[in-house]
């Protein structure tokens, strides 16, 4: 029987009550009238030397009364318990599961792990069937039921030991939740008669991962063995980088960093180093951290040269200390503007674009101008992202232009004159677009803008939202029909379009229908303009971005086409990415490189939650209801626990015990009652009469 | 009646609980006194006899019939020869109607005692042709019949004590004062009560009524387990005048109370003595005929009599 609120049984305490009343034998019910009481005193009653007991059956019921009470609230319930126990004859399934994620790498922990295996394969029965999974981040098996079936039974425990003496921890995270569906899965693929069990070998970390694991629908004879591998020393501190600063550039403003300290530490001072091979480290930065605390911090400035890792020193357990960091290079971007106009002419669009892109951390942008004539041979490289036309194209370079547009870019037509009129209907594709020149009376301002566009949504916050700083002085009308599968982003306060989005192929055609020069608009000058092309840009870009920080177990989406072979370079031998492939899982940290045309390079670290190392909470495994064998440790820290949990209340809740506790407490009352009053009744009868009550 | 004299005899005095079952009060004091009076004349003592007084020097403006002439003739001087009051004693009875008299642990109460007690020395005196009178109180004076001696008036004084006590608290002192203020006489003063009051009160009163002449004689009335607190379990002690209540475990409250109370009993003893009045205690399981007996031994012990004046 377990209690829910088992502070309450320190009311039966009030059983010392009715003892002492009965012992101190103040019955008040034997009222003498005396002369005078000026001689007595009002003495605290006092227990009776005699030690004698009255009314020992109604004193019984008063404790009993009172037991009942005390116990009604604190609300027991009875756990069920699964006997253990079955036929030796019948086999047992066993599933070995073994932790090799990279917590296992602390000291001590490795032989201890391979241990408890062994002792594990040595309680197995020659009729049993035995499997072993290793899991971090993903479940593998090392030693399946079928081999261990198929091989002939004097070899088989030679063949398990033998796949565990070349087992090592990996670098991996802990999905301890995927790994015990996974071994129940497999238990349940194989329909069995027999008892099945899954032992799992772990550290319990706290950063293990227990997904999946609610709810699930147990099997009735599936028991599980938690058996928890301790390191020889408590504590942990851990580098990882500060979230929202991965892509930061460490070579100028320095990489901001997070240091975590286990809260079981013993040790709260570290240092951070940059570190090249495990002996030389240089700018050193002492860090305080406080056990189950983190600190934020930058750190120092990358030393010049290849090869370094940011280290945290001081901390005996390593495997999670040094910190891999890709050296940011700045991403070329080519734009290609087509104009006459001068670099200087301060009318024209071209000047207002060729000073809107920066060179970036991210980005290095280069805006490149071609007289309309001139697009021969361009918009092949790998790096165009962009086309804005400021002048009316040859009709042999439009295929060329929509081409570029169905591969995925962005083109930009800014219809700055009713000559353009031409290419739009050209590029289109979709017969004539009349196009004339709107009458504004002072000024058009932007409306009904839609900001659920791709292009627009970066705007679409209250703070960003407002277009109506932007006067047009000029525009262009335009149809909007006459475009079919065109989408009208914005419209002028009169209604005639502004924005049109033409979708081509899987890029896009944007048609402003007006032109960002002082003569036609003050769109240049609004602070809407340069977030409006680097969101055009964003939109042309067909490969993705690599990320530069990835962690060991996790997949890296490689970017660039994928129609090559393509090989990666990191600390471990090379890995092939096949055609059609962008997909790369790293085993190990490190700092990995794409090669190709141009090489990228990506940095992969050990799992931040690999770094809270601390045994896990017995309350997070408890609430996931989890079918521990009867007698296991786990099981019994559990129920230590368990007054503190959800499932416990529910179990109260349904079995109610505490209301027969109450209605035992009722009739206890009553007979409480019926036997005080038939005691009071008795002793007056027998009363003599010179005493008055 | 032979039953009782029966009992008399075997025990050399009037079975208490035999008496206190007559229902009658005159009844009871009339068997009383015919017992006592028996004692009496077997006794060596006379009991309230005609006394020589004392003499004194003659001064003028003294009655010239009381000069002793046979001094006179021995010593040449004028003395006054003075008797005690032959004739008229004038007795009152003070009898104590608290409600604290209303306990007894026996079949009767003290207030029963103490009624047969005052009956019977008002039988006794009035045989005697004194004149008795009567004052019951409790916190005030309830009935005063003036001592007289005359038919009906014997009567009217047991209808009197007939009366169930009813007070509320013992106060003596008020009583005391009333009677100061209407017996100007002086005379025999019987205060029959249980003196559950403060002693201080009892002092100040009693000592204005020697100071007046009066010969006072204090009766205390009590219970035996007044005395003894002879109690075994632990009980709800309720006062009958002040009508508290209070748990005691008598186990461990006796000593305590046998104390107080006898430093109580000693108090009123030391008064009266210092005041010159007799004090008895009677406990209500005693035979009354002892009682009176015990109490003019005393008397005689002490070579006290009672003062009588020759013309009060």
């Known amino acids: ?693 | 009646m032979p039953e009782i004299a029966a009992n008399s005899a075997r025990n050399g005095f009037i079975d208490t609980r035999t008496l206190m079952q007559i229902r009658s009060l005159e009844l009871r004091a009339r068997i009383v006194v015919q017992g006592f009076w028996n004692g009496i004349h077997r006794s060596p003592y006379h009991g309230f006899s005609v006394e020589f007084s004392e003499y004194r020097q003659y001064v003028p403006g003294d009655d010239p019939r009381y000069v002793d002439w046979r001094v006179y003739a021995r010593s040449d001087r004028y003395y006054i020869k003075k008797f005690e009051d032959e004739t008229n004693l004038r007795c009152h009875l003070l009898v104590d109607q608290s409600r604290s008299m209303t306990f007894g642990s026996g079949d009767w109460t003290k207030a029963d005692y103490a009624h047969t007690l005052a009956a019977t020395l008002a039988y006794f005196l009035f045989q005697q042709g004194d004149a008795v009178g009567l004052l019951s109180f409790d916190e005030s004076i309830r009935d005063y019949l003036p001592a007289r001696n005359r038919p009906g008036h014997l009567r009217q004084l047991m209808l009197s004590l007939e009366k169930p006590a009813a007070g509320q608290t013992t106060s003596i002192a008020k009583p005391l004062q009333r009677i100061v203020e209407l017996v100007n006489k002086r005379g025999l003063m019987v205060l029959i009560s249980d003196l559950l009051a403060p002693v201080e009160e009892l002092e100040a009163k009693l000592g204005r009524l020697t100071a007046t002449g009066h010969d006072v004689v204090v009766l205390r009335v009590l219970d035996p387990r007044e005395i003894d607190f002879d109690f075994e379990d632990a009980l709800l002690f309720h006062d009958v005048e002040s009508e508290k209540d209070l748990f005691i475990d008598p186990s461990a409250a006796k000593r305590n109370y046998l104390q107080r109370f006898a430093e109580h009993g000693d108090a009123a003893r030391a008064v009266c003595s210092k005041l010159g009045a007799d004090y008895l205690q009677v406990t209500t399981d005693e035979p009354l005929d002892q009682v009176l007996a015990n109490y003019l031994r005393q008397r005689q012990r002490r070579g006290k009599t009672i003062q009588r004046h020759a013309n009060a």
């Open chain 1, 1 to 693: 029987m377990s209690f829910l609120a088992p502070l309450f049984l320190l009311g039966g305490l009030a059983i010392a009550g009715p003892v002492l009343f009965h012992l101190i034998r103040r019955n008040t019910r034997e009222k003498f009238t005396f002369s005078s009481l000026m001689f007595l005193r009002a003495d605290p009653p006092k227990v009776t030397r005699k030690s004698r007991l009255e009314d020992i059956l109604l004193l019984l019921v008063r404790c009993a009364l009172l037991a009942v009470m005390a116990l009604a609230f604190s609300r027991p319930f009875m756990r069920n318990t699964v006997t253990a126990g079955h036929d030796a004859t019948i086999g047992q399934r066993i599933v070995l599961l073994i932790d090799t994620s990279a917590s296992m790498q602390r000291a001590g922990i490795w032989e201890k792990t391979l241990t408890e295996a062994r002792t594990a394969l040595a309680d197995v029965q020659p009729s049993d069937s035995f499997s072993i999974l290793t899991f971090n981040g993903q479940t593998q098996p090392l030693l399946r039921f079928d081999q261990w079936r198929d091989l002939p039974e004097p070899s088989r425990l030679l063949a398990a030991r033998e796949a565990l003496n070349g087992l090592q921890p990996s670098w991996g995270s802990t999905h301890l939740g995927n790994a015990i569906l996974t071994a129940a899965e497999l238990l349940e693929e194989n329909p069995h008669t027999g008892p099945q069990q899954i032992i799992v070998l772990t550290d319990r970390q706290e950063g293990a991962q227990l997904d999946g694991l609610q709810g699930h629908d147990w099997p009735g004879d599936l028991q599980l063995t938690l058996k928890t591998v301790a390191p020889t020393a408590v504590g942990n501190a851990g580098l990882q980088l500060a979230p929202g600063h991965a892509t930061e550039d460490a070579d100028s403003t320095g990489q901001r960093v997070r240091v975590t300290n286990s809260g079981d530490a013993t040790r709260e001072q570290f240092q951070l180093a940059w570190s090249q091979g495990d002996t030389a480290h240089t700018n050193t930065v002492p860090v305080y951290v406080p056990a189950g605390q983190s600190r934020t911090l930058t750190a120092p400035r990358r030393p010049a040269g290849p090869n370094w890792q940011l280290a945290l020193l001081g901390d005996s357990e390593t495997f999670d200390n040094t910190l891999h960091i890709a050296p940011l290079t700045p991403e070329p971007v080519r734009i290609h503007y087509l104009g006459r106009e001068s670099a200087e002419d301060t009318e024209a669009m071209r000047f207002y674009l060729e000073r809107a892109f920066s060179t970036t951390r991210l980005q290095h942008v280069e805006v490149l101008t071609h007289l309309p004539s001139a697009l021969e041979g361009k918009l092949a490289h790998p790096d165009d992202r962009l086309l804005i036309i400021g002048e009316p194209i040859e009709a042999e370079h439009v295929d060329r232009v929509r081409q570029f547009a169905e591969s995925g870019h962005s083109v930009l037509l800014p219809l700055k004159s009713d000559a353009m009129a031409g290419t739009l209907t050209a590029l289109a594709k979709s017969g004539p677009v009349p196009l004339s020149e709107a009458s504004v009376e002072k000024y058009a301002l932007l409306s009904q803008v839609d900001f659920e566009h791709p292009l627009l949504a970066p705007f679409n916050e209250p703070r960003f939202s407002d277009f109506t700083k932007i006067n047009f002085w000029k525009h262009r009308t335009l149809d909007p029909a006459r475009l079919p599968g065109a989408r009208v982003l914005a419209r002028f306060d009169d209604g005639d379009p502004a924005l049109l989005d033409l979708p081509l192929g899987s890029g896009h055609l944007f048609v402003l229908t007006s032109g960002w020069h002082p003569v036609d608009s003050q769109l240049a000058l609004a602070s809407k303009f340069v977030p409006l092309l680097y969101s055009m840009l964003e939109l042309g870009q067909t490969g993705g971005r690599l990320k530069t920080a990835h962690f060991v177990g996790q997949p890296v989406t490689l970017p660039g086409e994928s129609d090559t072979a393509r090989t990666v370079t990191g600390p471990g031998p090379d890995a092939q990415i096949s055609a059609g492939q962008n997909g790369f899982h790293a085993d190990q940290p490190g700092l990995f490189t794409l090669q190709g045309s141009r090489p990228v390079t990506f940095a992969v670290n050990v799992p931040a939650r690999e770094s809270r190392t601390e045994p896990l909470a017995p309350e997070r495994l408890d609430g996931l209801n989890l079918p521990f064998a009867p007698g296991s440790v786990e099981k019994a820290e559990i129920e230590q626990n368990r007054e503190q949990t959800l499932i416990d209340e529910q179990l109260e809740k349904r079995q109610k015990i505490w209301r027969w506790l109450i209605v035992a407490a009722i009739m206890l009352v009553l007979l409480e009652t019926w036997l005080g009053g038939w005691l009071w009744r008795k002793p007056t009868a027998a009363k003599s009469p010179g005493e008055v009550t």
